[in-house]
């Protein structure tokens, strides 16, 4: 097999370039300004990094122990299931489109729901795949954005969400995905930050979250016959608290939820909707637990903690509020914590940085601890990819910023160019995880990669969390900026060569840092960034625009808005004296390609190299394989060119 896939390999390698220039020919789908050829050397170096797979838990079987998994063998993610730790992937669903979410019916199992888009525009549509027959059946009306919910206790219901109504705010249908013409609207809502969270178990109730901001939400219950709402969380509180998980116990007279409420982190806690009260369950960890599941029987709790960025895996006894001791696993991330409803084991999937995304098992009654994916990392040693180390500097205003550095293994003659590289969100927080495609930039090129975690990212309390809001959004430039003279002294990194990057928001950190600090770095890479908020504000999907108002500030305010505009990396574009790589998606639905082009047109007149990407089956970032590796190649013919010389 590894044979016969090395020749498909270079069939495709010949048919992609060119048979006199070997070079390699974008698709039609793809737009490239100022982008030189890509060498046809360029791929087949660079091949064994851009093999990696990686494969996440989607869900349990309901009666039988298997799994759902998702993983990509061609072009994109899709479902597939796995029957035994170490089993074949049989893939499941075969689209041109990622899919990314499924769920079990969840008594028989005889089908799962699963949602999908066109293109990256996330206007998820829900589908029923059926397993005896291996075929799909639209539930959702084809055009709006639904968000797959959750099944009723008895199996006989799904409660979701969707904009169907109007385009922007999310209301509450309910449907027996076995028969689409009973799909429902259970409640009209104002707002795109709606999220069903759980059944109770008798059914007459929904438990929602309403999201109106990083900071704060609020827990809702709805009669799911009437869709009358009982606010459970009040809003009239001096502080805003944010509530990021929750499910009923199994004798529904009680939630267990997380938040930040009374704390400055998320805490586990037993809340009684009858008094109103939480009593909190793990206040002695002083950090936040970022997922939970209750297990079938409600006898235990599987819980994650996020400790300086590594995840911490944990098993509450709900009868005694005890812990019991679990294994200790490596430095990395556990997502997607799910138990089986046998209620004796639980799966989550697992990365690290010499590890590529897997899925595993755990039974708490014996500890054995499975593997049920083994992820190809296209035949290379995982010994020889950095563990990252954490680092801390010292801002502007006193106050410590840490964030990741990887560093090469082998020996590179001087001091290393380094890539510092700005999460998203912006609320987001980089964790030790699998690099996957860069660490052919650590270990082939020798550049250093900074992942810093500024003022606003999560995972350090909301008080941090909050010092980026609205005007004190420059603060967090100044937290690159001190990273910046962090580097001078540092004896093994150069100064003099320093690349920024980011995603996202960290696109928009990208330019921002390029406008506020160019004598200091080499060149940029902006991600689908917006370059100016208020642009941004105004053309982002109307469904997600009150959320980022909440981060951002309101542009309609006067003052916000020449707040936003003063700081608009666009209206400084003539500072952009260094080269600039942009790359976009299309049909980006949170940062239009507007907000790219315009940044482009712009830095184009200062005489700026700029090369642009776009592709035009994308959304917010690449998710097809062909478009991610010519993104990679794009992104090192970059660095060779205008860091490393």
């Known amino acids: 097999m590894k044979f016969l896939s090395s020749i498909l390999v270079c069939l495709f390698l010949l048919s992609a370039v060119g048979a006199q220039s070997q070079e390699l020919v974008p698709g039609d789908n793809l737009v490239l300004d100022g982008i030189p050829k890509i060498p ?3 791929v087949g170096a660079t091949d064994r990094y851009t093999q990696a797979r990686s494969a996440n838990l989607i869900n349990w079987h309901p009666v039988r122990r298997e799994m759902l998994i998702r993983t990509r063998f061609a072009d994109t993610f899709q479902i597939h299931l796995v029957k035994m730790p170490g089993g074949a992937r049989t893939q499941m669903t075969f689209f041109p489109e990622p899919v990314n979410q499924a769920s079990f019916h969840p008594k028989q199992g005889d089908y799962f729901v699963y949602s999908k888009d066109i293109g990256g525009n996330e206007f998820y549509q829900l589908y029923r795949f059926d397993l005896a027959t291996g075929k799909s059946a639209l539930i959702t009306d084809g055009h709006s954005r639904n968000i797959q919910g959750r099944w009723s206790s008895a199996g006989d219901r799904m409660a979701y969400t969707s904009t169907r109504r109007n385009g922007k705010d ?16 259970l409640v009209q809502l104002q ?4 999220n069903v969270l759980d059944w109770s178990p008798d059914d007459r109730a929904i438990l929602v979250m309403e999201l109106v901001s990083a900071n704060e939400s609020y827990l809702w219950q709805f009669d799911s016959s009437s869709g009358e709402k009982t606010l459970l969380t009040p809003k009239d509180q001096p502080e805003k608290s944010l509530y990021s998980a929750a499910l009923f116990a199994k004798s529904g007279k009680g939630i267990y939820l997380t938040t930040d409420s009374g704390s400055d982190f998320q805490r586990l806690g037993y809340f009684d909707p009858a008094a109103r009260k939480a009593t909190f369950l793990t206040t002695a960890i002083p950090w936040d637990v970022e997922g939970f599941d209750l297990s079938s029987d409600g006898k235990w709790i599987a819980f994650v903690t996020n400790e300086d960025g590594a995840s911490v895996l944990r098993l509450l006894d709900t009868a005694t509020g005890r812990e019991k001791p679990m294994p200790r696993l490596p430095n990395g991330i556990v997502t997607e914590l799910e138990w089986h409803p046998n209620g004796k084991e639980f799966g989550f999937s697992f990365s690290s940085a010499q590890s590529a995304t897997d899925v595993y098992s755990l039974d708490i009654r014996t500890g054995k601890l499975e593997r ?7 035949g290379l040693n995982p010994e020889n990819f950095p563990n990252p180390n954490l680092v801390r500097w010292k801002s502007f205003d006193g106050r410590m910023i840490s964030g990741f550095v990887y560093k090469p293994m082998r020996g590179f003659a001087g001091k290393r160019p380094v890539m510092i590289d700005i999460h998203g969100g912006p609320e987001d927080q980089f964790r030790p995880r699998f690099l996957g495609r860069r660490n052919y930039f650590i270990n082939e090129m020798g550049i250093a990669l900074i992942y810093p975690n500024v003022r606003g990212s999560s995972g350090y309390g909301k008080g941090f969390l909050k010092l980026d809001n609205g005007i004190l959004r420059e603060n967090s430039y ?7 003279e962090w580097i001078r002294t540092q004896p093994d990194l150069d100064a003099g060569r320093v690349l920024v990057t980011g995603g996202s928001y960290g696109g928009f950190m990208t330019l921002a840092i390029a406008t506020n600090y160019s004598d200091q770095i080499r060149c940029a890479v902006d991600v689908v960034g917006p370059s100016n908020l208020v ?9 997600r625009r009150d959320l980022r108002r909440a981060e951002y500030g309101d542009e309609r305010d006067p003052a916000i808005r020449e707040f936003l505009e003063r700081i608009a990396p666009m209206n400084h574009a003539g500072s952009i004296r260094k080269p600039l790589l942009v790359i976009q998606g299309k049909n980006d639905p949170r940062v239009p390609a507007s907000e790219s082009e315009q940044i482009v047109q712009t830095v184009k007149k200062n005489g700026t190299p700029v090369w642009y990407l776009m592709a035009k089956d994308e959304g917010h970032g690449f998710a ?3 478009n991610v590796d010519f993104q990679f190649y794009t992104t090192i013919l970059f660095m060779q060119e205008y860091l490393l010389k």
């Open 478 to 484: 100044k937290d690159i900026a001190a990273l910046l």
């Open 170 to 185: 999310l209301d509450i249908y309910v449907v027996n995905p076995a028969d689409p013409k009973s799909d429902r609207m």
């Open 191 to 194: 707002g795109g930050g709606w």
């Open 372 to 378: 049920w994916t083994a992820s190809e990392i296209g």
């Open 535 to 543: 642009t941004f504000l105004e053309r982002t999907e109307s469904y």
């Open 40 to 42: 046809a050397g360029l």
């Open 624 to 626: 097809r394989k062909k």
